[in-house]
């Protein structure tokens, strides 16, 4: 309804966006919700890179994205689950994940998180902040 109806917007304003590219929205400015359908890239280049997931994620009402691209930004592992709950393809590049007391999140517990996605393609952004020697041995 929300798609074909201008009445609902005006009760509950939702943009559904197809695909979004986020590099310099001010998410401040915005005041309706986001339903995101298809894919989402996030790349900051102004913004500090471990606040904008926490700029995006309120703003979403729904988010069914299938590709999701994250750039250079540390995101806690509650935001990306939220926003990779229909996900079939990541790209993580210089993606620092972490929980919510500040640790790193090893990269076997992601794997084990996001097991329903069906292909991941994964930057480190050091060669050890999230893996071990037996990191790869427990896959």
């Known amino acids: 309804m929300i798609k074909r109806c201008k009445y609902f917007f005006v009760k509950n304003p939702v943009l559904i966006i197809h695909d979004l590219d986020y590099q310099d929205i001010d998410m401040n400015k915005l005041s309706s919700k986001l339903w995101i359908t298809n894919e ?27 590709r999701l691209n994250l750039y250079n930004l540390i ?8 926003i990779c709950s229909s996900v079939k393809e ?7 994940v972490k929980n919510d007391n500040g640790t790193l999140v090893a990269f076997e517990e992601l794997l084990e998180k996001l097991s329903y996605v069906e292909g991941i393609h994964y930057t480190f952004t050091t060669p050890s902040n999230n893996t071990s020697k037996t990191t ?4």
């Open 40 to 66: 989402l890239f996030v790349s900051p280049e102004t913004v500090s890179n471990d606040c904008v997931a926490s700029l995006i994620v309120p703003k979403i009402y729904r988010c069914d994205v299938k």
């Open 75 to 82: 995101i806690s592992l509650n935001e990306l689950i939220f």
């Open 90 to 96: 990541l790209h993580l590049h210089r993606v620092t």
């Open 136 to 139: 790869f041995k427990e896959l």
